[in-house]
């Protein structure tokens, strides 16, 4: 079975600009999470969906937006981009919503310029 | 916030060496989980580990959350474990939020 898949693998954006990143979950996986990562650091969580509703919200910007489609996969958009929104953009999948396990893709990695 | 550190901050190791990785967390949990990342950021799943212990090869863990930390250890360690080791929790009654650890960062020669 295929893993969590992310597109694209690598974004170069100008500030200002908006990005749309995409992620489809494992099969049979309904909760879909968003993390960034900046060099030498730990990923940071941005969002969870669950049902297509937002779950959960960490401390990020209302520049930052995501939703969860009838298939499970998920985009997340940036608006304004930042050079501080460079980046590693990771997508993790779990069964549903709740303590359980969570899977990551290969992430994007975004730099703006 | 939940505060999660992680000890060592770096390791280096001769081919063949064991070591020991801790994670210590603030608060109670619901979920732990080990990771390995690797050099090009993909986050491998070592373990789910929220209370016990489990073996895998020659890797092992360890979580005792009535005193709040995890320990990983790794056997006759290879060179492709080098990379970053994090430990990642749910504090309870955050469903889904993982907060990651600071990250140890292991480096194993030849």
């Known amino acids: 079975d295929a893993g969590v898949t992310q597109s694209p693998t690598h974004l170069i954006k100008t500030r200002g600009q908006h990005v749309t990143l995409r992620c489809s979950p494992i099969s049979g996986h309904k909760s879909v999470s968003w993390y960034q990562q900046v060099l030498g650091q730990g990923p940071q969580f941005i969002f969870q969906?669950?049902?297509?509703?937002?779950?959960g919200r960490g401390n990020f910007p209302d520049r930052f937006s995501a939703r969860q489609f009838p298939n499970y996969s998920s985009e997340l958009n940036v608006n304004a981009l930042l050079l501080g929104d460079s980046a590693l953009y990771l997508c993790?999948?779990?069964?549903?919503?709740?303590?359980?396990?969570?899977?990551f893709g290969p992430g994007t990695r975004l730099t703006v310029t | 916030g939940i505060q999660v550190e992680q000890s060592p901050p770096d390791l280096i190791l001769q081919e063949g060496a064991n070591s020991t990785l801790r994670c210590n967390f603030s608060d109670s949990v619901n979920n732990l989980q080990w990771f390995h990342q690797n050099p090009w950021g993909q986050l491998i799943n070592l373990f789910y580990i929220p209370s016990g212990t489990k073996q895998n090869g020659r890797l092992s863990a360890t979580t005792v959350a009535t005193e709040r930390y995890s320990l990983l250890y790794i056997s006759s360690s290879q060179t492709t474990d080098s990379g970053v080791y994090f430990c990642a929790v749910i504090n309870t009654g955050t469903a889904s939020k993982l907060t990651f650890g600071t990250g140890t960062r292991l480096q194993v020669t030849l």
């Open positions: 993790a999948s779990s069964l549903v919503q709740g303590y359980h396990e969570q899977y």
């Open positions: 969906y669950y049902e297509k509703e937002e779950r």
